[in-house]
């Protein structure tokens, strides 16, 4: 079956009953982007579905249903800063990539293991200190993975969603990913979910003097 099946056949709608609410070009493609760009963050409920065509879920674009669509408005001024740099799961990422520290040595471990304990849910899902033991095991793995392999495209990609200046705006998940991407120095593979209309506009004019987005990860040519 081909994946995203089910938004390949909303898209076809879309471009017969809205054309202008959907991407040019490939909306599935994976685009290469530098981590330490990705300096927003889209919050749950500063949508609302009365305003925007593509599908909302937490109030936020939906990270599947709503890939390939174009929306105008201000949803990308409704952002806030997102630095990962400041955060201690960064901090216990950069010490298992640079110096192998175990992870009951972080800080990070131990916030968590404080919230489980009080039977308050951490760090995706966790709820009891086994949890936490499987979680440090995945986030192992994805480390070894990388030092093997590099960043590669996968089919459960990192999203984010590109305002009208071309900045990008995490949408959700992927943050284990960014994180690396940042101590690592690579470029990590995104999927840009929902495009403003403004900026829609300025990728795909070819004719148009576009010096001031030379690079940018994201230009139709």
Request: aromatic residues 8%; proline residues 5%.
């Amino acid at each position: 079956m081909l994946p995203y099946l089910g938004q390949r056949l909303r898209l076809q709608w879309y471009r017969i009953a809205h054309p202008e609410a959907v991407v040019q070009g490939n909306p599935f493609r994976q685009i290469w982007v530098d981590a330490a760009t990705i300096t927003q963050g889209l919050p749950r409920n500063s949508l609302q579905q009365g305003n925007h065509l593509a599908p909302l879920r937490y109030g936020m674009f939906c990270k599947k249903r709503a890939i390939g669509m174009v929306e105008g408005g201000d949803w990308d001024q409704r952002t806030r800063p997102y630095i990962p740099q400041t955060r201690l799961l960064f901090q216990a990422l950069s010490g298992r990539w640079h110096r192998e520290t175990s992870w009951e040595e972080t800080e990070f471990y131990r916030s968590v293991m404080e919230r489980v304990e009080a039977g308050t849910e951490a760090w995706n899902g966790c709820r009891q200190p086994a949890d936490i033991l499987k979680r440090c095991r995945r986030a192992d793995n994805l480390i070894e993975r990388v030092r093997r392999e590099g960043f590669r495209i996968t089919g459960i990609p990192v999203v984010v969603c590109i305002g009208s200046d071309g900045s990008l705006i995490k949408l959700g998940n992927g943050q284990h990913r960014i994180m690396l991407g940042i101590i690592t120095g690579q470029r990590i593979p995104v999927l840009p979910v929902v495009r403003h209309r403004s900026w829609e506009a300025r990728r795909s004019n070819r004719s148009e003097q576009r010096a001031d987005l030379a690079g940018h990860p994201d230009l139709l040519t």
